[in-house]
């Protein structure tokens, strides 16, 4: 079986920092495009970050760039999101996901992945 493992999430104030961390197994994890999605309370779930299978292509939303940061480690089927100059709008379900076999050399910015985590709750208070 597939399973992907956020944590990290937690309770922090606004200006602060986070980091989320995400295990997977059952899959080929350094031949696999990996992503973070986030959804608010009552909203879609939105692309946050994405790197492909070896960390040399990583995208971001615009509404993250500059403050976040994606990689990964593949000797231990992990990545990150560090979360930096954290805003009461980046409250939400943070979750990883697992893109196998990726169809193109890019990964994916849409919700379209393979697999997902069950989310780790990341709140920003003011």
């Known amino acids: 079986q597939v399973r992907l493992v956020e944590s990290g999430g937690g309770l922090v104030q606004a200006g602060g920092s986070l980091g989320l961390s995400c295990s997977a197994s059952?899959?080929?994890?350094?031949?696999?495009?990996m992503g973070w999605f986030r959804q608010a309370l009552g909203k879609e779930r939105e692309f946050v970050a994405a790197i492909n299978w070896g960390g040399s292509v990583t995208y971001y939303a615009d509404s993250v760039k500059g403050r976040f940061t994606m990689s990964r480690e593949n000797a231990k089927n992990t990545v990150y999101l560090q979360m930096n100059s954290l805003k009461h709008e980046d409250t939400a379900v943070y979750y990883c996901?697992?893109?196998?076999?990726?169809?193109?050399?890019?990964?994916?910015?849409?919700?379209?992945?393979?697999?997902w985590g069950q989310g780790t709750q990341v709140t920003v208070s003011s």
């Open positions: 059952g899959l080929p994890f350094s031949s696999s495009n």
């Open positions: 996901a697992a893109d196998y076999p990726p169809q193109i050399g890019v990964p994916r910015t849409a919700p379209r992945y393979d697999y």
